[in-house]
């Protein structure tokens, strides 16, 4: 679990980050949401301490983020796996090579055990067969899935994921997204994605923080994000007269749906209207 705590980040006489609060938990994906410019990156690298916050809290399963010294950021940033927008894959390096590297960075294994261990996290992204390919001889959505394997291989209690799907096909996204929820459950990984695809949103938003501005103007999950009843945030999921129309649609059919079901409960949970069918 992470927790932030009234988060603020200015840059000179510029305030990016307003005041951010939010708690991100274990097993689920986080999503930060948000038009470009609202903070979304900012407000990440505060929480991966690439940026430091003028005021507010960070922790991480409790501890103050904030007030380690170096050698326990240190431990804490390899409990840290890390998509980077566009893979940021080493071109000279094959498949197996860029997913070992963390691991001859941060731990002690020796090369037999390196290599067993990248080929093991290859295997379940699906990508054991590319394991000897460079990265200029494979897809976009390969190059994610490596990235994903590097940014699991030293076994990440939080996974940071920034535009995972920038650049893909809406399907080879939702294969990506898939990959990042069932990753996040099966580990109980705390996940974080930046994101503004709203496929993503909807598919893989257990947790969503709208930023507007660099302040948290929505939270809440993809099943309540549709019946919101924030203007901005509308306004940016359903950027087209057509999503609004469709929005407009589901929201009478849920309705419709809701007063059937209310009818039916009413008329189970009332013996006068059962009796009054059985006469
Ligand atoms: N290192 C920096 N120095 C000054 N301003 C920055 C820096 N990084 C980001 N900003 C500003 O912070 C705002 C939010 O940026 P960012 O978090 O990158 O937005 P996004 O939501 O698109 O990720 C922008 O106005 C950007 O210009
Ligand atoms: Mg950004």
């Not at 980077?84 to 498949?95: H, K």
């Not at 923080?209 to 660099?214: E, H, K, Q, V």
């Amino acid at each position: 679990m992470i927790e932030i705590k009234n988060i603020k980040k200015s840059f000179g006489e510029k305030v990016i980050l307003e005041d951010i609060s939010a708690i991100m938990e274990a097993g689920k994906c986080n999503l930060i949401i948000g038009s470009s410019g609202s903070g979304k990156t900012v407000l990440t690298k505060c929480m991966v301490g690439l940026f430091k916050p003028n005021a507010g809290e960070i922790t991480y399963s409790n501890e103050n983020m904030l007030a380690m010294n170096d050698a326990e950021r240190k431990l804490l940033r390899q409990q840290i796996g890390m998509l980077f927008q566009g893979s940021a894959l080493f071109d000279s390096m094959t498949v197996e090579q860029n997913v070992m590297f963390p691991l001859e960075m941060f731990s002690k294994m020796n090369y037999a055990e390196r290599k067993k261990r990248a080929n093991e996290v290859l295997e379940r992204v699906e990508l054991k067969d590319a394991n000897k390919k460079y990265p200029a001889e494979i897809s976009g959505g390969m190059k994610k899935r490596v990235g994903i394997a590097r940014a699991i291989v030293l076994n990440p209690k939080y996974l940071f994921c920034d535009e995972p799907n920038s650049g893909l096909d809406p399907q080879t996204s939702l294969v990506i997204d898939k990959l990042i929820k069932d990753l996040t459950r099966e580990f109980n990984t705390t996940t974080i994605v930046v994101t503004h695809d709203m496929n993503s949103v909807m598919e893989i938003g257990d947790h969503i923080i709208y930023l507007y501005d660099g302040k948290k103007e929505w939270e809440g999950t993809n099943k309540e994000i549709i019946f919101n009843n924030s203007e901005k945030l509308n306004s940016f999921i359903f950027a087209s007269e057509f999503l609004q129309d469709a929005k407009d649609m589901r929201m009478l059919e849920m309705k419709g749906k809701i007063s059937n079901d209310r009818n039916m409960d009413d008329l189970l949970n009332s013996p006068t209207a059962l009796d009054e069918d059985f006469k």
